[in-house]
């Protein structure tokens, strides 16, 4: 059973004020969901401490990386294995002696970890083949190394994960011996982290020929260049007789100062008219949604019969198409459009944002500089002018993205 908390439930049942942070008009955005509904999750959003996220966790909680051993280097990193040495501070005295090595030394995180024999040997393996040296480093600092290694962009959650592959099997080894007398190789560890960093690229690139030895896996790791799709994208004019809506709404911080624009234009490009203002703390959607209203109503009082809305939003032209469900904060908006639209033969389509650059140009000037209005191509400032004719000589924009397998191993870092 969730527990919700008490200013919560005196909210809902009407007793009191906001909960702290919040006003009182914006509080049903953020207590309900998208369609309307009340759920526990939505207002534990809403109530929650959120922090501003930590560096160091999200190296230790790399994508890709197993939970149990992620979950160790956060504990290691927090000091938090039980080594004799720890267990002294935590209050349990008694005699030490490492598992590691034929001539035991007392058991410290650093031992175990770092300066032992089987340590010192798999770190120089794993160091010495990426050009790293670990001489004079403290276990923290080894990790570090690791976590902030000098690699491209896109290896360096490899890098990131070798630690916690090596603190594991490490921790692992120590285990065997301490509890069953059993002894693991340098080799045998070895073997097994470079299987775990086999297993994620084989997790975060599902496409890459990778070999099981480390060195040359790190060879492969740089020169791997996945394969780059372009696509090619333009404004499109409308058919004789049509006229084009570009719609457009902005949000800085989603939700945050907002604006909306549209810009209408004919079968030979030129702009007939265009308009944008801001609207106050609001999301994404709901500045979406008001551009198209605005066209709608625009369409509606210049008498045009045929038209096309365009958006790049797919969340309206799926909507709008009657595809889904229309989020509740928008209904309305979406009802008066329909309304508004009723007599005109229309078309609404979805169009990617480089095809869209007119209005989402027009939707910034606005949240910058506040509302305006231009009546044709000399209104417009430079840049528009620019994008209204790049537009109409058709240039096209490139969309450049990697290819993937379909819906698996997104390589993220
Ligand atoms: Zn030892």
Redesign the pocket.
């Known amino acids: 059973m969730s527990i919700i908390p008490t200013e919560l439930v005196e909210y809902i049942i009407g007793n009191i004020k906001p909960p702290r942070g919040r006003n009182e008009e914006d509080i049903p955005c953020w207590m309900l969901e998208n369609k309307g509904n009340f759920s526990v999750k939505t207002a534990w959003n809403y109530i929650r401490h959120k922090e501003e996220p930590n560096r160091i966790h999200k190296w230790i909680w790399t994508k890709g990386i197993p939970f149990k051993m992620a979950f160790m280097m956060w504990r290691l990193w927090k000091f938090k294995v039980p080594v004799d040495d720890r267990l002294r501070r935590w209050g349990l005295q008694g005699p030490s002696r490492?598992w590691?090595?034929e001539n035991?030394?007392q058991e410290t995180l650093t031992?175990v970890f770092l300066r032992?024999n089987i340590a010192n040997r798999t770190w120089s393996y794993f160091c010495s083949c990426a050009g790293l040296s670990i001489t004079g480093l403290q276990l923290r600092e080894v990790i570090m190394l690791w976590w902030g290694a000098n690699a491209k962009k896109d290896i360096k959650p490899y890098y990131r994960a070798i630690p916690s592959f090596i603190i594991w099997e490490l921790w692992n080894r120590r285990n065997k011996m301490k509890h069953e007398r059993k002894n693991i190789s340098l080799a045998r560890i070895i073997h097994n982290v470079t299987r775990n960093m086999f297993m994620l690229i084989k997790v975060r690139r599902p496409k890459m020929i990778c070999s099981g030895n480390w060195p040359i896996m790190l060879k492969e790791l740089e020169g791997y260049c996945p394969s780059v799709k372009v696509t090619q994208i333009k404004w499109e004019f409308p058919l004789e007789g049509w006229i084009k809506y570009n719609t457009d709404g902005a949000s800085r911080g989603n939700p945050g100062l907002s604006s909306y624009a549209f810009c209408l234009r004919d079968e030979k490009g030129d702009l007939i008219h265009a308009e944008g203002a801001s609207i106050n703390n609001t999301t994404n959607t709901v500045a979406e949604a008001k551009a198209i209203l605005e066209a709608s109503k625009h369409c509606k009082q210049a008498l045009y019969n045929k038209i096309i809305i365009q958006t790049d939003s797919m969340l309206l032209y799926k909507v709008l198409g009657g595809q889904w469900e229309s989020p509740w904060i928008i209904r309305d908006m979406i009802e008066e459009i329909k309304t508004n639209l009723v007599n005109i033969q229309h078309i609404v389509q979805h169009v990617m944002r480089e095809g869209n650059q007119l209005a989402d140009y027009i939707a910034n000037q606005a949240i910058e500089h506040g509302n305006c209005i231009y009546t044709g191509f000399a209104s417009l400032e430079p840049n528009g002018r620019r994008i209204l004719n790049s537009d109409k000589i058709q240039s096209p924009y490139l969309r450049i993205s990697l290819r993937r397998d379909k819906g698996r191993g997104k390589d993220t870092t």
Request: glycine share 0%; charged share 15%.
């Open positions: 490492c590691c090595c035991p030394d031992h032992s």
